[in-house]
């Protein structure tokens, strides 16, 4: 406590002088503090005009003149006050980012959504898995009624149909993604499970009627 006053009383007796310590300024120290250098002197060609010196981030000139600004945090006190100018863009994201987030997101989305699933997949036009075909997934669900598959998803299926008008999707959507050209491929090879066109991937909901009888077409 000592050494306390005695410092205190020391910065009193020193009136305008600050040392350069960690201490706080009325104990007579302060923060150390930085002065940047002066600017390099100005450089002139040989002919004498001012040099020049090359710009490599290119500044665009297409009629934006948008400006988006933002707080930014700078290590864990403080921010800073960050700019984005139209003038920094090309055009196409100059244009893009003139419109607001909440009307180009969706616009994005939608088009990143194309991109998956049409692009992606465009490999795979005309291409019929045999597993795919109508046979096929008549003989699946022939299996499912053997093993008797989701007998309690089925019951609740079927139970919130009875309280109303209740669409699952699970039975009218599409569950692979060749099912636009497979309307009508057929499998030769298993005619005992043949069907004109394709019906439920699985058991529906309603084949707890027919759980005794199988899907196996009878033979003549």
Excluded: C
Aim: charged share 20%; net charge neutral.
């Amino acid at each position: 406590m000592a050494l306390l006053l005695r410092a205190a009383a020391r910065a009193r007796t020193h009136v305008g002088a600050r040392g350069v310590a960690t201490s706080v300024v009325r104990l007579g120290g302060s923060p150390p503090a930085l002065h940047m250098p002066p600017p390099p002197p100005p450089e002139f060609e040989p002919d004498g005009t001012p040099k020049k010196y090359p710009l490599h981030q290119p500044v665009w000139d297409h009629g934006y003149e948008w400006e988006h600004w933002t707080l930014l945090p700078a290590g864990i006190f403080h921010t800073v006050y960050y700019g984005d100018f139209a003038q920094d863009y090309p055009p196409y994201w100059a244009w893009l980012q003139s419109y607001p987030v909440w009307v180009v997101s969706p616009i994005m989305i939608m088009l990143a959504l194309i991109g998956m699933v049409i692009f992606q997949n465009a490999g795979s036009i005309g291409i019929r898995p045999k597993r795919y075909t109508i046979e096929w997934m008549q003989a699946n669900r022939e299996r499912e009624r053997q093993e008797n598959t989701n007998p309690v998803t089925r019951y609740l299926d079927r139970r919130r149909t009875e309280r109303g008008g209740t669409w699952i999707a699970q039975y009218s959507l599409p569950w692979h993604p060749y099912w636009v050209w497979m309307h009508d491929t057929h499998d030769p090879d298993y005619p005992e499970f043949y069907l004109p066109k394709p019906e439920s991937a699985h058991l529906h909901y309603e084949d707890y009627k027919r759980m005794d009888k199988p899907f196996k077409l009878e033979e003549e």
